[in-house]
Nanobody
Framework: QVRLVESGGGLVQAGGSLRLSCAASGSRSSFKVMGWYRQAPGKQRDLVAT???????DYADSVKGRFTISGDNAKNTVNLQMNSLKPEDTAVYYCNAEGTYSNVYYWGQGTQVTVSS
């Protein structure tokens, strides 16, 4: 059983910063990739950033240069530092993890990020 829990969302003014964190339950969990996705009302859930177990990162074009993803393989945690936030970044942000052995994707419950003008 794997459970992902996100935290760090909130309300921030445009140009501000937030740091999201995600922690996976269980000390024996192992993931190939962990990442962040987001979904705005009426929109599909889109990739924001991912990081592999080896440290390779990938970012959506819309967040490149502003967001930084980091993780800790031993602790099964992943963070997303969001700088220079824009109103269009407003969405529910979801943590995602792909199991190394189960080949199953896990999702957190989501954390709301709201960026005001």
């Amino acid at each position: 059983q794997v459970r992902l829990v996100e935290s760090g969302g909130g309300l921030v003014q445009a140009g501000g910063s937030l740091r999201l964190s995600c922690a996976a339950s269980g000390s024996r969990s192992s993931f190939k990739v962990m990442g962040w996705y987001r979904q705005a009302p009426g929109k599909q859930r889109d990739l924001v950033a991912t990081i592999s177990r080896g440290g390779t990162t990938d970012y959506a074009d819309s967040v490149k240069g502003r967001f930084t993803i980091s993780g800790d393989n031993a602790k099964n945690t992943v963070n997303l530092q969001m700088n220079s936030l824009k109103p269009e970044d407003t969405a529910v942000y979801y943590c995602n993890a792909e199991g190394t052995y189960s080949n199953v994707y896990y999702w957190g419950q989501g954390t709301q990020v709201t960026v005001s003008s």
